[in-house]
């Protein structure tokens, strides 16, 4: 049979569709997209080398593009006239003009809903039926989504309330009435009463949802009070357990369940989820099997109400799991604390707390200036301007090897600085400006035997370290102690030990110390003071000066005893040296008055 039209899914921007089949007229051929007929300016005939419409217009991916003949069924393309002389392409044409016409009909007919073979039904032949229109009446064809919508209502309940109508009564027998909107079928289907009486399905009233109307039966006598209510199904059609997506939530509540009717056989498999018990809705009363509470008493107590109560002091050391830390005293410790309070690991530190001190580091350079004589150099700090200390290292090279310290001041209250050494010129609490000598500084020979010679700050690196000396500061800086550590020293010209580790513990610790005689039998003489085991410090007994040592003249006199205030580190087990000159069994007392460890 021929083919009349060719159907195509159009791909995004699609103009080309090719076909076929023979026509007589250009305007015989049509294009219809989505079974809308396009108009013929809208595309054009192509014949050469093959037949083709191109639409001015690409389609949209997904358009359902038909090409198809319809030859003019209601316009004759041959008109022959009486005593005319027929040829042979009128009369070819009008037979192909009455044979496409045939074509297209045949073909549209063998594509359109038949009877069924030997029957009077319509056959869809396997085909689905589309765009069909709501039904109205109870015979009507339906759609698949008219179908779901009912079924839906029926097995989950009525999305809204049911239809009433109200009625006054007509007299007479067999009185209808307009329910308009009434859809379903069976009398059943409508609860009507009459003046509060209800009547009986059928052999009452009848319903014809067809023509929306109520027919009452029965003789009335006028006036009454009609009330249709159409209540089909508003109950949810529902076997078997009740699944936790039927349930809403919180809607569960303590009203809605008996006294120990929930048990296991009663509950879907993971039907009931927390969402949908509303809060204090399972109570004891609402178990099977209720739980009774136990009592306990004695270091912890408690009753049936639930109530549980520990014992005053009744958590001991021995109730307590065992941690990580072993037991004993820690210094400056770093500690790890948990979630509960508990410590879960400890070890001694090395320092002070942050922000007490502040060293540059060995460099070359400060504050963007080269290491020279007579050099400033800016360094910053966070310490405040309240006793502070600094203290200057120098060595050829930036390492704490054989580096010699040049002195240090307090602040407030220091004197200038000569040419030799440093001098610090101004301090504010995050800043101060240090200016070195002109004529370098005094390098004490390696054998600490009382010379020194003159050096150059050229070439040098310098690592420059300040100290808080301030009491009471949130960095938790020098430790108050005011210990008494008392020593005898006879004459000599080499430095002895002096333990301090009673006072500031095995550490290395910064110390400020009050040095005076006490025996008044003993002139003045000097003592120096220098960290155990440094060897470049100098010292000259007979003018009491020094560099890197800290010396101060020490005796006693009717005016009182005479002493001074030392600084200096102690190595790392709290031990200096000190060496004095004078009298044999010359005693002196040294105060720890503050110290800091490291």
Do not use: C
């Not at 305007?27 to 083709?52: D, M, R, Y």
């Not at 989950?156 to 307009?178: E, H, M, Q, R």
């Not at 020490?554 to 001074?564: F, I, K, P």
């Amino acid at each position: 049979m021929a083919t009349t039209y060719v159907d195509y899914t159009a791909t995004a921007s699609q103009t080309d569709f090719a076909f076929n089949f023979e026509y007589l007229e250009d305007e015989h051929v049509i294009v219809e997209i989505n079974g809308v007929a396009q108009l013929s300016s809208a595309f054009s005939i192509v014949t050469s080398p093959a037949k083709k419409v191109v639409l001015n217009v690409g389609a949209t991916a997904g358009d359902v593009v038909r090409v198809r003949r319809k030859s003019q069924p209601d316009t004759n393309l041959v008109d022959f006239v009486n005593g005319s002389v027929l040829t042979e392409s009128e009369l070819d044409r009008a037979y192909l003009h009455n044979r496409y016409l045939n074509e297209e009909i045949a073909e549209l007919n063998d594509a359109s809903l038949q009877i069924e073979a030997g029957g009077t039904d319509w056959d869809a032949r396997t085909k689905k039926i589309k765009n069909l229109a709501a039904p109205t009446l109870t015979t009507d064809a339906t759609t698949k989504d008219y179908v779901d919508g009912k079924f839906n209502q029926a097995a989950t309940g009525a999305s809204s309330p049911p239809l009433k109508w109200v009625f006054t009564g007509t007299a007479g027998a067999d009185t209808t009435y307009t329910v308009t909107g009434a859809e379903i079928n069976g009398d059943t289907a409508y609860d009507v009463s009459s003046n509060g009486s209800v009547l009986e399905p059928t052999t009452d009233y009848t319903v014809d949802p067809n023509t929306d109307t109520l027919t009452i039966k029965t003789t009335l006598t006028g006036g009454e009070d009609i009330v249709i209510i159409q209540r089909g199904f508003g109950i949810p059609i529902s076997t078997g357990e009740i699944g936790s997506a039927q349930i809403s939530a919180d809607a569960i509540t303590t009203a809605k369940i008996a006294d120990s009717a929930v048990t296991a056989a009663k509950i879907g498999a993971n039907a009931v989820t927390t969402a949908k018990i509303a809060d204090g809705s399972v109570t004891n009363a609402k178990l099977a099997t209720p739980y009774v509470h136990p009592n306990h008493t004695g270091d912890v107590t408690s009753t049936g109400d639930g109530v549980t109560v520990i014992a005053d002091d009744a958590v001991t050391a021995a109730k307590l799991a065992d941690t990580a830390v072993t037991p004993g005293a820690y210094t400056n410790a770093n500690i790890t604390v948990d979630q509960q309070g508990r410590l879960t690991a400890a070890a001694s530190g090395s320092g002070s707390a942050a922000g007490s001190n502040y060293s540059t580091g060995w460099n070359n350079s400060h504050g963007g200036v080269t290491v020279a004589d007579a050099s400033t150099h800016t360094i910053t700090h966070n310490l405040g301007t309240t006793d502070v200390q600094v203290v200057v290292y120098v060595n050829s090279s930036a390492s704490d090897t054989n580096a010699q310290s040049i002195g240090g001041e307090f602040f407030n209250g220091f004197s200038p600085a000569s040419g030799y050494g440093f001098y610090v010129t101004s301090l504010s609490s995050n800043a101060l400006v240090l200016q070195l000598g002109n004529q370098g500084w005094l390098e004490a020979n390696a054998t600490g035997n009382g010379t020194h010679a003159q050096a150059s700050f050229n070439s040098q690196y310098l690592k420059i370290v300040v100290i808080s000396t301030a009491s009471g500061t949130a960095s938790g800086g020098l430790v108050y102690s005011g210990s008494t550590v008392t020593t005898t020293l006879s004459a000599t010209t080499s430095f002895a030990d002096l333990d301090l580790s009673s006072v500031v513990g095995t550490n290395r610790s910064y110390v400020v110390l009050e040095v005076f005689g006490n025996n008044s039998s003993v002139g003045d003489y000097p003592i120096f003071f220098r960290t155990k085991g440094s060897t470049h410090e100098y010292r000259d007994l007979a003018t009491k000066a020094g560099w890197g040592a800290s010396g101060v003249a020490v005796g006693h006199s009717a005016a009182g005893n005479l002493g001074g205030t030392v600084t200096l580190v102690t190595d790392t087990n709290g031990v200096v040296e000190h060496v004095a000159t004078g009298s044999t069994g010359a005693y002196v007392t040294v105060i720890v008055q503050a110290y800091q460890n490291l």
